[in-house]
């Protein structure tokens, strides 16, 4: 005969299986399935993590060397299916956003769903998908980086323009 207290204990343990099921957005039904979804979980944000401090340092060490002379802060987010990109500058910056859809386009990459500002100041959150047709897939550092030299290039033609 199960006691009472075993009946508190299985339902207290299914009442936490189902709270980690729920914030880990895991669709799995039994125990083990739960906690090895829970699991891949955690390996995920322990890898944002990294990523967001490689990025910070990143962002110190060019903001320390005045190389760029709009401080532009940019993060790229694996996604189940593309990426999640995020654009932000305190300066309005006229043609960036052209820039920036041209570098998705030599990717490959679709633009999902995309919210921008560029009154004030310059904000893009973008979703892009990889090309059906792509063979290899990529990965945020390589769009990263062709970001980041759009606004370079975007960067460059701005100040030539000035100048003439």
Not at 71 to 97: D, R
Not at 135 to 156: F, G, H
Request: proline share 1%; with cysteine; charged share 25%.
């Amino acid at each position: 005969m199960v006691s009472r207290e075993q009946k508190k204990a299985a339902a207290a343990l299914h009442e936490k299986l189902q709270l980690l099921r729920s914030i880990t957005n895991s669709h799995a039904l039994n125990k083990t399935s739960i906690i090895v979804d829970a699991s891949k979980y955690i390996e995920e944000l322990k890898q944002r993590v990294e990523r967001l401090n490689q990025d910070i340092a990143t962002a110190e060490s060019s903001s320390s060397s005045h190389q760029n002379p709009l401080p532009m802060q940019v993060t790229v987010e694996t996604l189940e299916k593309g990426f999640l990109i995020n654009v932000f500058s305190k300066k309005s910056c006229s043609g960036l956003l052209v820039s920036i859809l041209e570098a998705f386009e030599e990717l490959g990459l679709n633009v999902l769903e995309a919210r921008v500002s560029c009154t004030e100041s310059f904000s893009l959150q973008a979703v892009g998908g990889e090309n059906e047709e792509q063979s290899e897939s990529m990965d945020a550092q390589v769009v990263k980086q062709a970001i980041l030299q759009a606004i370079r290039n975007w960067s460059e033609t701005c100040s030539n323009d000035e100048q003439d």
